[in-house]
């Protein structure tokens, strides 16, 4: 099945930058959606910001001008450019993938990556 490594997560002061990657691997001819959630601690599992094959992306109201999603389709590799960094983005940030096709086979269900942590303190 697919695997996600995502990577760059860390600690960043306020105003500062981190740009997080996250790469999909096993049998794969191709990926619909590659995004990224974030959880922060009591808080619900949010929607950060997804790219679609055809280059459409989707962002959240919170990151909007700060935060750019891109990526390298060929690699399935997705990335988030975190700008503007502020406290209130700390969490664990998730890659998802969805609408994967395998060997021929189009996975319905969405496949997530272990989470990288995201500090922003001074």
């Known amino acids: 099945q697919v695997r996600l490594v995502e990577s760059g997560g860390g600690l960043a002061q306020p105003g500062g930058s981190l740009r997080l990657s996250c790469e999909a691997s096993?049998?794969?001819?191709?990926?619909?959606?590659m995004g990224w959630y974030r959880q922060a601690p009591e808080n619900q599992r949010e929607l950060v910001a997804a790219?679609?094959?055809?280059?459409?992306?989707n962002y959240a109201d919170s990151v909007k001008g700060r935060f750019t999603i891109s990526r390298a389709t060929v690699k399935n590799t997705v990335y988030l450019q975190m700008n503007s960094l502020k406290p209130e983005d700390a969490a664990v940030y998730l890659c998802?993938?969805?609408?994967?096709?395998?060997?021929?086979?189009?996975?319905?269900?969405?496949?997530w990556g272990q989470g990288t942590q995201v500090t922003v303190s001074s």
């Open positions: 790219h679609t094959r055809n280059g459409s992306t």
């Open positions: 096993g049998s794969i001819s191709s990926i619909n959606v």
């Open positions: 998802y993938v969805s609408g994967v096709v395998s060997g021929g086979y189009l996975d319905g269900k969405a496949d």
